[in-house]
């Protein structure tokens, strides 16, 4: 069944409804965690993005690098698929499809669809994530996958809008981290032997000068 709306895939459309009729078939309880976690993820995955700057302390200066790209990189490519949005102005499927019921209110119109700003966030914050800490190799994914979904399980985005967003994320951020790895290594490395900036960047303590006589 074709959907007839312009610049939706058919397969989107059909994916959508399908979700979003699922999400109406499970508890209720079940909706108001999905509507709490969808905005809760990208959070967690900021307090990861900090505990991974903490444990970074411990590590060499291109770990404390990471550290301190990580969070840029994740805004940049937040930031980008935002200006990617507002010049591409792609309606959302709850402004269209009237016959659906959304588990979220519908975003109000001007508040675009494609890329997924959540999911574009929370892949750039999994590829930064696995960067600093291969320990979440398989939970930082995990989470961003799970945050794509929810975005179309509350109703407020197509399929497509979150596979958009989770490229773009993923790739935004790789290009960030490995264009500036090397220059904020070397700056962390002169950071470091500051002793007002000692604190956050390391454990170690800054060398005291001896006393003058």
Same mark, same amino acid.
């Given at each position: &069944?074709?959907?007839?709306?312009?610049?939706?895939?058919?397969?989107?459309?059909?994916?959508?409804?399908?979700?979003?009729?699922?999400?109406?078939?499970?508890?209720?309880?079940?909706?108001?965690?999905?509507?709490?976690?969808?905005? @809760?993820? /990208?959070?967690?995955?900021?307090?990861?993005?900090?505990?991974?700057? *903490?444990?970074?302390?411990?590590?060499?200066?291109?770990? &404390?690098?990471?550290? !301190?790209?990580?969070?840029?990189?994740?805004?940049?490519?937040?930031?980008?698929?935002?200006?990617?949005?507002?010049?591409?102005?792609?309606?959302?499927?709850? *402004?269209?499809? @009237?016959?659906?019921?959304?588990?979220?209110?519908? /975003? /109000?119109?001007?508040?675009?669809?494609?890329?997924?700003?959540?999911?574009?966030? #929370?892949?750039?914050?999994?590829?930064?994530?696995?960067? !600093? *800490?291969?320990? &979440? @190799? !398989?939970?930082?994914?995990? +989470?961003?996958?799970?945050?794509?979904?929810?975005?179309?399980?509350? #109703?407020?985005?197509?399929?497509?809008?979150?596979?958009?967003? +989770?490229?773009?994320?993923?790739?935004?951020?790789?290009?960030?981290?490995?264009?500036?790895?090397?220059?904020?290594?070397?700056?962390? @490395?002169? &950071?470091?032997?500051?002793?007002?900036?000692?604190?956050?960047?390391?454990?170690?303590?800054?060398?005291?000068?001896?006393?003058?006589?």
């Amino acid at each position: &069944m074709s959907n007839e709306i312009e610049d939706v895939p058919d397969i989107s459309a059909e994916w959508y409804r399908e979700v979003t009729a699922f999400a109406q078939h499970t508890p209720a309880w079940v909706r108001d965690a999905a509507e709490v976690a969808t905005d @809760a993820v /990208p959070a967690l995955l900021f307090a990861f993005l900090v505990f991974g700057w *903490w444990r970074a302390r411990r590590g060499d200066d291109r770990r &404390m690098a990471l550290a !301190l790209l990580a969070p840029l990189a994740v805004v940049g490519a937040y930031l980008a698929s935002e200006g990617v949005k507002s010049v591409l102005r792609l309606r959302r499927p709850c *402004w269209d499809l @009237a016959d659906v019921v959304t588990v979220a209110p519908c /975003p /109000p119109y001007g508040d675009w669809s494609l890329p997924s700003n959540h999911a574009t966030f #929370g892949a750039a914050a999994a590829v930064a994530l696995v960067a !600093l *800490w291969r320990g &979440m @190799a !398989l939970v930082a994914p995990v +989470l961003a996958l799970l945050e794509a979904f929810s975005r179309v399980f509350v #109703g407020v985005h197509y399929p497509h809008d979150v596979a958009a967003g +989770l490229l773009f994320g993923a790739v935004t951020a790789a290009l960030v981290l490995k264009a500036l790895r090397n220059p904020a290594t070397a700056l962390v @490395a002169a &950071m470091r032997r500051h002793p007002a900036l000692a604190a956050v960047l390391t454990t170690a303590r800054p060398p005291v000068p001896p006393l003058r006589r």
